[in-house]
């Protein structure tokens, strides 16, 4: 008797209970809620010779960058490699090979081909996804799931992860109206589909418009904090839109109790807690023993040099405890690297290393420097992967070093850039307030307060 998953594709070597496992963990994955691990892992007690279940397994270590997920992943691959498989199944099986070896652009070529050829693997589209959104693709993030949406109707199971993931890659190549109609249709079909409040989120963070994103996302919270493992990250747009309108007390309540203070040792989760903390210090926020705590995490978390991102957060929380070693650490780390020819390898090269020389010279007051260093990778920083609202960090690190550093026309030209993107925000609205003084004080006028 054959057995499929949830659109109807074969799943060798499944039985009854293995197939219902696995279509749970599924589920799981695409809502980002559960425990998609144990679930496949009951798949694979159900039946050891499904070769999917395996396949799912290294995904899934392999999708949170973690380092300690290399090793795991590589045996669920190895495990899958000696059981019968379909064409479909071994094409999952190379795609996940190539991402055991840091091959992150011919694993996503890879899936890329299985999803052309087989548009309703909801799997390989969101591990697709995935590969994008840490290469920083925007383009494949939206055309890599469109190429898929005429093939796809209501009626077919998961639908509404597919249109939360074409939300998320409307809103970073810019086309917000649709991003957020898109999202909205799918919370509406599953209200716990994590993936689709992010992504409008994120179109109220482009907009500009914190509260709209307040709006979004705070009534909902019971429903999208409900089992979800992508929670932290949510909370953390929540707590962005609250910093936009200077509610420091709201934004630091969120970070002590879902962001930084829930304790995790995620690396996903961790860079979160770097960037809300970093994002208060360019504000003068006293966040007390907080950074410690962070840094600690980064050095328990692993081996530095794996990936270039998370590598520029760990640097963020170092430095902003002042830990000179771990600081070092990381950059011999990645200069081990640049002399391998590996994917991280180039977004390291590109961006990861001069992004964390900066950084390194912002902790020894090197402004000028860190000014230099931030302004050759601003234009590619998408190449060591994230959104367009994790990496305006660079930016707003930009606007911070440039002052302290004196550089007063510098100063003056990027706040004249972001007050025309964000012009009711009220930092951008204190900061053209300094330049303008700056510029008359500087001609000998006299500052009007």
Not at 327 to 350: E, H, K, M, P, V
Not at 399 to 424: C, H, I, N
Request: negative net charge.
């Amino acid at each position: 008797m054959q057995f499929h998953d949830d659109t109807g594709h074969r799943l060798s070597g499944a039985n009854a209970d293995a197939a219902q496992a696995f279509r749970h963990a599924c589920f799981e994955l695409r809502c980002l809620v559960g425990d998609p691990l144990s679930s496949v892992e009951r798949a694979i007690q159900h039946a050891p010779g499904m070769a999917m279940a395996h396949v799912l397994k290294a995904w899934l270590y392999l999708i949170g960058t973690e380092p300690g997920g290399i090793a795991p992943a590589r045996a669920a691959c190895t495990h899958a490699a000696n059981l019968p498989a379909d064409a479909r199944e071994r094409a999952h099986l190379a795609a996940a090979l190539a991402l055991c070896d840091g091959r992150w652009t011919e694993a996503g070529r890879l899936l890329e081909e299985l999803s052309v050829e087989w548009p309703r693997d909801l799997l390989a589209l969101q591990i697709g996804h995935q590969i994008d959104f840490f290469r920083g693709d925007t383009r494949m993030l939206r055309d890599r799931i469109a190429r898929a949406v005429p093939v796809w109707d209501a009626g077919v199971p998961g639908y509404h992860a597919l249109l939360g993931m074409h939300a998320f890659g409307l809103e970073e190549t810019g086309d917000y109206d649709a991003a957020e109609r898109a999202g909205m249709q799918a919370v509406q079909i599953e209200p716990h589909d994590a993936w689709a409040w992010h992504a409008v989120a994120h179109v109220h963070e482009m907009r500009a418009d914190p509260q709209a994103g307040i709006g979004w996302l705070a009534p909902g919270q019971p429903t999208w904090s409900d089992g979800c493992f992508f929670a932290v990250h949510l909370h953390w747009h929540l707590a962005l839109f609250h910093l936009d309108l200077d509610d420091h007390a709201a934004a630091l309540k969120l970070y002590d109790t879902a962001i930084g203070g829930a304790g995790s040792a995620l690396a996903l989760d961790l860079v979160d807690a770097s960037a809300m903390l970093w994002r208060m210090r360019l504000r003068g926020i006293d966040v007390g023993p907080r950074w410690n705590a962070i840094s600690d995490r980064w050095i328990a978390a692993g081996e530095a040099g794996r990936y270039a991102f998370n590598d520029f957060h760990a640097m963020l929380a170092h430095v902003g405890a002042g830990r000179a070693t771990p600081q070092a650490t990381i950059l011999d780390a990645q200069r081990a690297l640049l002399a391998q020819g590996s994917d991280n390898a180039g977004y390291t090269r590109d961006v990861g290393y001069p992004a964390c020389m900066a950084l390194h010279a912002i902790a020894n007051g090197d402004y000028r420097v860190a000014l230099q260093a931030l302004r050759g990778i601003r234009s590619h920083a998408h190449r060591f992967g994230g959104s367009h609202a994790q990496r305006d960090l660079i930016d707003l690190t930009m606007l911070d070093v440039a002052e302290r550093a004196g550089e007063r026309a510098w100063f003056g030209a990027l706040v004249a850039e972001r007050r025309l993107r964000r012009p009711r925000n009220p930092l951008v609205q204190r900061l053209a307030a300094r330049a303008w003084r700056e510029d008359h004080e500087a001609a000998g006028l006299t500052a009007v307060a």
